[in-house]
């Protein structure tokens, strides 16, 4: 099945900074999500995207299908934005896995 | 109905004792998913339906573990005979199939087998 490989596994940022998270996958991807697990363990959506581009606020996503990676940005860094971001990548097979997440500490 | 819920959010059993988790989907989603998330790790697939059909389970999900969607709404999970190693997060999250499918996830139960 596909593999999702998440980087950096740590980011420790002062507030006001722009951060640059990766995701790597293996293969083809039918779908791909961007997720942020606050410290409650919810987790919530941040994007859909499979190919292409989109800006949400202070946030924006990218995602190179050819090249078999995504991107999520996030600028104006916020404590609020702390948490760990995960990215997870549904194969051909229908299976979705999820990378392991990049722990985000933004310092006030 | 604003989201997908789960019940009950936290659960402590002694190892040996069965649990049943519940998770209520969005409303109108036809898709149904467990996930295991354990300390550090990110969300592992376990299984997985489409309306009452359960399609797919993962290898993870082992014979003390079975899940139900019965009316194509709510679902349970079951453990039987827990295990100190079943302890974990478990994650619901629910979609309509479509070809823009997103999964929105539910709070988690966090379980404690003793």
């Known amino acids: 099945g596909i593999q999702v490989e998440q980087s950096p596994p740590d980011l420790i940022l002062q507030e006001g900074a722009n951060s640059t998270l990766r995701c790597n996958f293996s293969d083809s991807v039918n779908n791909l999500q961007w997720f942020h697990q606050n410290p409650w363990g919810q987790l919530i959506n941040l994007f859909y995207i499979p190919s292409g581009t989109k800006q949400n606020g202070r946030l924006s996503a990218t995602t190179v299908a050819t090249e078999r990676y995504s991107l999520l940005y996030i600028s104006s860094s916020q404590t609020t934005d702390s948490g760990v971001y995960f990215c997870a990548a549904r194969g051909r097979d229908d299976k979705i896995i999820f990378g392991k997440g990049t722990r985000l500490h933004i310092l006030p | 109905d604003t989201g997908v819920s789960q019940d009950p959010r936290h659960k402590i059993t002694k190892r040996g004792q069965n649990v049943t988790f519940r998770c209520d989907p969005i409303?109108?989603?036809?898709?149904l998913y467990w996930y295991r998330q354990t300390l550090g790790q990110g969300p592992e697939f376990l299984t997985y339906f489409q309306n009452e059909a359960q399609l797919e389970k993962s290898r993870l999900l082992s014979d003390r573990f079975s899940a139900e969607r019965p009316k194509g709404s709510f679902s349970t999970l079951e453990i039987q005979r827990t295990e100190q190693g079943d302890s974990a997060m478990y994650l619901c999250a629910s979609s309509f199939l479509g070809p823009k499918e997103t999964q929105y996830f539910g709070p988690g139960t966090r379980l404690l087998v003793l």
């Open positions: 409303s109108e989603h036809n898709r």
